[in-house]
């Protein structure tokens, strides 16, 4: 089992940045770690995700140009950099590791363990 922490949500203007993480802990597995946010009314959406060896990364067309995933497997650690942040951004952000698929999906269904969440909330 695979336990899930974010951190590093908070409040900042348009056009700002912000660094998301999320770490991990239990069982070592060669997972797929995902990030995914969801707004007040609104389904849970898939943001990026980034392959367990981090050769592959995948992102929504409404991120792309402006987040970037990384991970450091050594410190369990998976990052979300935010930039240009845009208030349609506003969510609260999960991260996520999969280990059924050996390529990376987007699906929530797909992820087999979760967070419980960091609130990003961009004014403008």
């Known amino acids: 089992q695979v336990h899930l922490v974010e951190s590093g949500g908070g409040l900042v203007q348009a056009g700002g940045s912000l660094r998301l993480s999320c770490a991990a802990s239990?069982?070592?597995?060669?997972?797929?770690m995902g990030w995914f946010r969801q707004a007040p009314g609104k389904e849970r959406e898939f943001v990026a995700a980034?392959?367990?060896?981090?050769?592959?990364?995948q992102f929504a067309d409404s991120v792309k140009g402006r987040f970037t995933i990384s991970r450091d497997n050594a410190k369990n650690t998976v990052y979300l950099q935010m930039n240009s942040l845009k208030p349609e951004d506003t969510a609260v952000y999960y991260c996520?590791?999969?280990?059924?698929?050996?390529?990376?999906?987007?699906?929530?269904?797909?992820?087999?363990?979760w967070g419980q969440g960091t609130q990003v909330t961009v004014s403008s």
């Open positions: 239990g069982t070592t597995t060669y997972y797929t």
């Open positions: 980034i392959s367990w060896s981090g050769g592959s990364r």
């Open positions: 996520a590791a999969e280990t059924n698929h050996a390529i990376i999906v987007v699906g929530t269904g797909d992820y087999d363990y």
